[in-house]
């Protein structure tokens, strides 16, 4: 505007410029480049994954039930080395129905195996289950969980980490975000390609200690993400 306050033709241009960018500065810019999670496995390369190692222990140290989320939690349980670095064992939990899906086929239930680097950067290990025959090491979750509204039970067994991997230790690997609230980003995932097995009581079984139904999340955009693979296939 000039200096009496009346608009300048010559200004519009300038303006409308203005609010066209403003916008995309303010959200929109942030909105593409959202690298949330879970999400479709689909079209990854075969190459650039990083290294990922297990080191497991033995001891879940108390499992919880919050009344979404049955919560095996850890206090010595080992972890993982990702590209050489060192993520201690935090809890596994398990979604049903799963969160990621491969190549658009949804599982009966996915369990997370969350970690913690020095720094706090997490990782997790994401681990399928399809419906057949009923799983052992799933079971041990289920006997010893609490109720709904009930205090943290001890494990009856050592439900170690271990016992939840596939034998077959390819993954897919991504960067993307908790799937529950804050939905924080910079998470490295790890989605074991060999899908476990469980039984369709097992998945009723774990989902009525939470009070049944769901706690998936829907998927996201990848938004130009590379998803890579190691010994997937
Ligand atoms: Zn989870």
């Known amino acids: 505007m000039n200096a009496k306050g009346r608009l300048n033709l010559r200004e519009i241009p300038v303006i409308l410029l203005f609010f066209a960018l403003v916008p995309n500065a303010a959200c929109g810019g942030e909105q593409a480049a959202a690298r949330q999670s879970p999400v479709d496995i689909a079209g990854y390369t075969e ?9 497991y222990g033995c001891a879940a140290a108390h499992i919880t039930n919050t009344g979404n989320f049955i919560k095996v939690e850890y206090e010595d349980g080992g972890g993982i080395r990702l590209g050489g670095k060192a993520y201690r064992l935090i809890e596994a939990h398990t979604h049903n129905s799963s969160e990621h899906t491969v190549d658009g086929e949804r599982f009966a239930l996915e369990m997370h195996l969350v970690h913690q680097g020095e720094a706090g950067e997490i990782a997790v290990v994401g681990i399928l289950y399809r419906l057949n025959k009923a799983n052992t090491a799933i079971q041990a979750i289920i006997d010893a969980a609490p109720a709904q509204g009930e205090d943290d039970t001890e494990p009856l067994s050592p439900l170690a980490a271990s016992d939840y991997l596939p ?3 390819g993954y897919y690997a991504y960067e993307g975000s908790l799937t529950t609230s804050p939905y ?8 074991m390609a060999e899908a476990q097995e469980m039984s369709a009581e097992q998945v009723a079984q774990l989902a009525a200690l939470t009070g049944g139904g769901t ?8 938004n130009g993400r590379q998803i890579t693979a190691y010994k997937a296939r």
């Open 47 to 55: 190459s650039g994954a990083p290294r990922l190692e297990f080191a």
């Open 167 to 169: 034998a077959n230790h």
């Open 184 to 191: 924080t980003e910079g998470v490295s995932w790890l989605v």
């Open 215 to 222: 706690n998936n999340r829907a998927v996201q955009p990848l």
